[in-house]
């Protein structure tokens, strides 16, 4: 497994001379990314002018909102469906680059290819059997949702590498769950310190507007599979997905 410097080192020697691909690859989520910093730039800056007419002494119902919790629950569902679908045709394609360390052709296309038939309704099972267990999770306490959460991170992409092996059609959905649980074993701390690394950077991003992650996107999506590539290399992922069975 590779170092967190190691993982960046990786990410950054094959962005450099790359980035209009890299950019175009991901920019659907950077421009997500960018409206959110811009909403919350001029919602912070409409919180201090509300700051400075109305004064210190605001009421808290000011700020209250109750959609209730069916809505709630709809929102993060939908939600993070939308946001997957987004994320795994870039992170499928960047994978592909690590491997090749070949710049991905026509890398706008690609960014959308869990939308096809190939991958539309696996992703799409994958995210409902990971949402509902990590929900089930968090009604106990949310410290074990999260862990949770980084146990099944790796799913859709070994179902990409089990799925080119022609081997997916074997194996049941919840397998690639289990199997993404069973190899993050010992390294959950190694992915959140990882993320934690890029605090700095999204702060620049958000004190930008979000401009800034034009490049801090492709520089964290390359890394976080470098990460994956990393964790699975000498692995035999199909004799371990057999193996669930036995």
């Known amino acids: 497994m590779q170092t967190r410097r190691e993982l960046k080192a990786n990410a950054k020697s094959l962005l450099a001379g790359n980035w209009l691909p890299a950019i175009k690859l991901n920019i659907v989520p950077v ?42 629950t709809q929102q993060s569902f939908v939600g993070g469906l939308i946001t997957t679908y987004l994320l795994v045709g870039v992170n499928f394609a960047m994978i ?13 296309k690609r960014a959308f290819q869990a939308f096809t038939g190939r991958y539309i309704i696996p992703v799409f099972v994958l995210f409902v059997i990971q949402w509902v267990l ?10 074990p949702g999260l862990i949770k959460c980084f146990s099944y991170s790796q799913t859709y992409y070994l179902y990409k ?33 990882l993320r934690l690394s890029f605090i700095g950077w999204d702060i620049v991003g958000w004190l930008t507007c979000g401009i800034a992650f034009i490049w ?31």
């Open 161 to 193: 590498d089990l799925q080119e092996t022609g081997a997916a059609a074997e194996i049941g959905y919840v397998d690639y769950v289990t199997l993404s649980r069973r190899l993050m074993d010992g390294h959950k701390l190694d992915l959140l310190i």
């Open 31 to 72: 421009i997500v990314q960018v409206l959110t910093g811009l909403t919350i730039s001029a919602a912070l800056a409409g919180l201090g002018t509300y700051f400075i007419h109305t004064g210190p002494e605001i009421a808290l119902s000011d700020f209250t909102f109750d959609f209730g919790d069916d809505y709630s």
């Open 134 to 143: 990590v929900f089930l999770w968090t009604l106990l306490l949310v410290v």
């Open 96 to 108: 592909d680059w690590l491997r090749s360390r070949r710049v991905p052709t026509r890398p706008f």
């Open 216 to 246: 801090i996107t492709p520089y964290k999506h390359l890394t976080y599979m470098n990460f994956y590539t990393s964790l699975v290399e000498g692995h035999d992922l199909l004799s371990e997905a057999e193996a669930l069975h036995q």
